[in-house]
């Protein structure tokens, strides 16, 4: 018996049980048994009758795709091989030119460039719209054709059609090897420490207390920056584990969904606390999605930290991988993201407690004013101490504030709070 035939029998053997099924329920207002005898029509028609020679395992992968696909954006249908490389992707290591995308209003928009990938330093930016791979156009590809284009070996270059806002842009992009370190960390003046996270890998909280460990141990921790901007999400483990680093109790998310096993809570422990009262600013903008956003609601719901930068992106589904028998997998989103106190990031995102957008700072210098002390017959200082003049006083730039504008407001921030604090 051949492949095909063998194919087709197992094909009507299903839709026979399908019937049977449907069939039984049908007079309970279920599913009418209408559906399922169109499904097998139109596998019929597109075996027969499409321009190509298709298998009927061509035609039932692509049903497959498609029904799932359509359930929302983040659901997918993967063959054994595009498994493999979904995991390879979730790694932190992989070939490719770093970009996070999404469809939004069904624009395959870029959520964000992974920090140091060939995109970053090509100058592809968050929010950015490509409308072409390669010359290809990219209306009614699924997302696994969209990597498929993307993917390519090492050293060769990937022609990019993108639109930014009235722009129409062209970019090309070198492939390579992905290899990042999700977690960095500075000092940014003494004392105040900086670290960031480009994505949530699933060793990222583990990265993390190391990188805290690693600057304790050339001085004092007294306040902190965590930035998350442009950090796409990632492993929701990982993502718990952070939060774990700055608080010792409480609900840090939880998810809901139809069955039971969509329930969960994750609680902070004491066992992974680090820094439990530095006082910290979290870093958000328009590129945060996800696992970054159930960060900064967390940190956010729990006072704990001061969340500062642009509304973020707003996806609070959980999506399950599924194995199925033949190796295949299903991902499926299965439920919602909760913050402890009961918000969902689904389609909102989470609004900071100071907006602050990325912005270049620049200052008049060149207007004139003068001081009491440059005032003739002026009052001295009354304690003797010295008189300042109009060149004492400082006009010039903060190089932060002209590089990073947001980090700039963090910092002013951090070092603003001792002082309030004193005042209490």
Same mark, same amino acid.
Request: net charge negative; charged share 20%; with cysteine.
């Given at each position: 018996?051949?492949?095909?035939?063998?194919?087709i029998?197992a094909?009507?053997?299903?839709s026979?049980?399908?019937l049977?099924?449907v069939s039984?329920t049908?007079?309970?207002?279920q599913?009418p048994?209408?559906?399922i005898?169109?499904?097998?029509e139109?596998?019929e028609?597109?075996? $027969?009758?499409?321009?190509?020679?298709l298998?009927?395992? *061509?035609?039932?992968?692509?049903?497959?795709?498609?029904?799932v696909?359509?359930l929302?954006p983040?659901s997918?249908?993967?063959t054994e091989?595009?498994l493999?490389?979904f995991n390879?992707?979730?790694s932190g290591?992989?070939?490719?030119?770093g970009?996070?995308?999404e469809f939004k209003d069904?624009?395959?928009t870029i959520?964000?460039?992974?920090?140091?990938?060939?995109?970053a330093h090509a100058g592809?930016l968050?929010?950015?719209?490509?409308?072409?791979?390669?010359h290809?156009l990219?209306?009614d590809l699924?997302?696994?054709?969209?990597?498929n284009?993307?993917?390519?070996e090492?050293?060769s270059?990937?022609?990019?059609?993108? $639109?930014?806002?009235?722009?129409?842009l *062209?970019?090309?992009v070198?492939?390579?090897l992905?290899?990042?370190?999700?977690?960095?960390s500075?000092?940014l003046?003494?004392?105040?420490?900086?670290?960031?996270?480009? %994505?949530?890998?699933?060793?990222?909280?583990?990265d993390l207390?190391?990188?805290i460990?690693d600057?304790?141990?050339?001085g004092?921790?007294?306040?902190?920056?965590?930035?998350?901007r442009?950090?796409p999400?990632?492993?929701?483990?990982?993502?718990?584990?952070?939060?774990?680093?700055?608080i010792?109790?409480?609900?840090?998310?939880?998810?809901?969904?139809?069955?039971?096993i969509?329930?969960?809570?994750?609680?902070?422990s004491?066992?992974?606390?680090?820094?439990?009262?530095?006082?910290m600013?979290v870093?958000?903008?328009?590129g945060?999605?996800?696992?970054?956003?159930?960060?900064?609601?967390?940190l956010?719901d729990h006072?704990?930290?001061?969340?500062?930068?642009?509304? !973020?992106?707003?996806?609070?589904?959980?999506?399950?991988?599924?194995?199925?028998?033949?190796g295949?997998a299903?991902?499926i989103?299965?439920?919602?993201?909760?913050?402890p106190?009961?918000?969902?990031?689904q389609?909102?995102?989470?609004?900071?407690?100071?907006?602050?957008?990325q912005?270049?700072?620049?200052v008049?210098t060149?207007?004139?004013f003068?001081?009491e002390s $440059?005032?003739?017959?002026?009052?001295?200082?009354? !304690?003797g101490?010295?008189?300042?003049k109009?060149s004492?006083?400082a006009?010039?730039i903060?190089?932060l504030s %002209?590089?990073?504008?947001?980090l700039? %407001?963090?910092?002013?921030?951090?070092?603003?709070?001792?002082?309030?604090?004193?005042? %209490?």
């Amino acid at each position: 018996m051949s492949i095909k035939s063998t194919c087709i029998r197992a094909f009507a053997s299903l839709s026979f049980a399908l019937l049977l099924s449907v069939s039984a329920t049908a007079a309970e207002g279920q599913s009418p048994i209408i559906k399922i005898q169109s499904f097998v029509e139109a596998f019929e028609t597109i075996r $027969e009758g499409y321009v190509e020679v298709l298998s009927d395992e *061509e035609v039932m992968q692509k049903a497959l795709k498609g029904m799932v696909s359509a359930l929302d954006p983040h659901s997918e249908y993967f063959t054994e091989e595009e498994l493999a490389e979904f995991n390879e992707l979730t790694s932190g290591k992989y070939a490719g030119i770093g970009i996070e995308v999404e469809f939004k209003d069904k624009r395959l928009t870029i959520i964000t460039p992974i920090d140091n990938s060939s995109a970053a330093h090509a100058g592809i930016l968050p929010g950015d719209v490509i409308v072409k791979i390669d010359h290809t156009l990219i209306t009614d590809l699924t997302m696994q054709d969209i990597v498929n284009l993307m993917r390519g070996e090492i050293g060769s270059t990937v022609h990019l059609d993108i $639109e930014r806002g009235d722009e129409s842009l *062209e970019f090309d992009v070198e492939r390579r090897l992905v290899q990042e370190n999700s977690v960095t960390s500075k000092w940014l003046k003494p004392g105040l420490a900086y670290f960031r996270i480009s %994505q949530f890998q699933s060793n990222s909280d583990e990265d993390l207390y190391q990188a805290i460990e690693d600057l304790q141990s050339e001085g004092e921790i007294e306040s902190l920056v965590l930035d998350l901007r442009n950090n796409p999400g990632g492993i929701l483990q990982s993502a718990v584990g952070v939060v774990d680093a700055f608080i010792d109790k409480g609900l840090i998310v939880y998810t809901d969904g139809r069955h039971e096993i969509s329930k969960n809570q994750y609680l902070a422990s004491l066992a992974n606390t680090r820094l439990l009262k530095a006082p910290m600013v979290v870093l958000v903008n328009e590129g945060s999605a996800s696992a970054s956003e159930i960060v900064a609601g967390a940190l956010q719901d729990h006072g704990r930290a001061i969340i500062i930068g642009v509304e !973020t992106f707003g996806k609070g589904s959980v999506q399950t991988i599924v194995p199925l028998s033949n190796g295949d997998a299903v991902k499926i989103t299965t439920a919602l993201y909760y913050t402890p106190n009961r918000r969902s990031i689904q389609a909102q995102g989470i609004v900071p407690d100071l907006t602050v957008p990325q912005a270049k700072l620049t200052v008049d210098t060149n207007h004139f004013f003068v001081k009491e002390s $440059e005032l003739k017959g002026h009052l001295s200082n009354g !304690t003797g101490g010295e008189e300042y003049k109009s060149s004492h006083v400082a006009t010039g730039i903060n190089e932060l504030s %002209q590089t990073d504008y947001q980090l700039y %407001q963090a910092t002013l921030i951090l070092q603003s709070l001792p002082k309030l604090y004193k005042t %209490q």
